[in-house]
């Protein structure tokens, strides 16, 4: 795994190479790929920022970030963020990993798709989601250079029609449980994916809440 791609080394310590296994063995291909790409992005975005990051943090990060739209890692009713971040704290707790990291991935992994609070946190936290950002909606794109993308694309392909196929992959982890999009970006996948969902609308809680004014 002592891998070098666009000037990062994929870390190569006993718990980096169990996750990757680990994930290698429960995410399709797009995911993986998409996840390892995460990690490539965002440790870019760190080097180009001049941020002090851990590149081990930041790659459990980027490899467990989307690991509850799995079926094996999905519960019933948490945020499938939630779901990632769980899976992401067990497997560090079992590794004996300090507390303090493993908040550090949980978070990273829970705000991935909160926009606008994970720039303001620490290093780990704010590069995954940079790394998924620029991976799933092309933010900063143009600050990567054409080498740096070639590169890692080169390793980590993003499948033909990656757009679609990774919204249709979203849709198919939470269909399940629409109620977790609400508040978050993901109600904008499953309004375009099921017929039948319906938006639970902020402004209406307010006003059917049991409060008399």
């Given amino acids: 795994m002592n891998e070098l791609i666009a000037g990062i080394r994929v870390p190569d310590s006993a718990i980096a190479r169990a996750a990757t296994q680990l994930v290698r063995d429960t995410e399709d ?8 790409r995460v990690f490539f992005w ?3 975005t760190g080097e180009r920022k001049g941020l002090r990051y851990d590149p081990e943090l930041l790659y459990l990060g980027a490899m467990f970030h989307d690991m509850g739209l799995t079926e094996e890692h999905s519960s019933p009713d948490l945020r499938f963020e939630v ?3 769980n899976t992401a704290r067990d497997f560090m707790t079992s590794y004996g990993v300090g507390e303090r990291d493993i908040e550090d991935v949980w978070l ?4 991935h798709t909160t926009p606008g609070i994970p720039e303001h946190l620490r290093p780990t936290i704010a590069l995954v989601t940079a790394g998924v950002e620029m991976d799933v909606l092309g933010i900063n794109y143009h600050e990567f250079s054409d080498e740096d993308r070639h590169a890692v694309c080169s390793c980590h392909p993003r499948e033909t029609d990656f757009k679609e196929n990774i919204i249709d992959h979203f849709a198919d982890g939470i269909r399940k449980k629409p109620q977790t999009t609400f508040g978050n970006v993901k109600a904008d996948v ?24």
């Fill in 108 to 111: 990273a992994i829970a705000l």
């Fill in 42 to 44: 965002g440790a870019l």
């Fill in 83 to 85: 779901d990632g971040a």
């Fill in 190 to 213: 499953l309004a375009l994916k099921d017929p039948n969902f319906a938006r639970t609308n902020f402004c209406s809680i307010i006003r059917g809440s049991a409060w008399p004014g």
């Fill in 29 to 36: 291909d797009l995911l993986y790929n998409h996840s390892r």
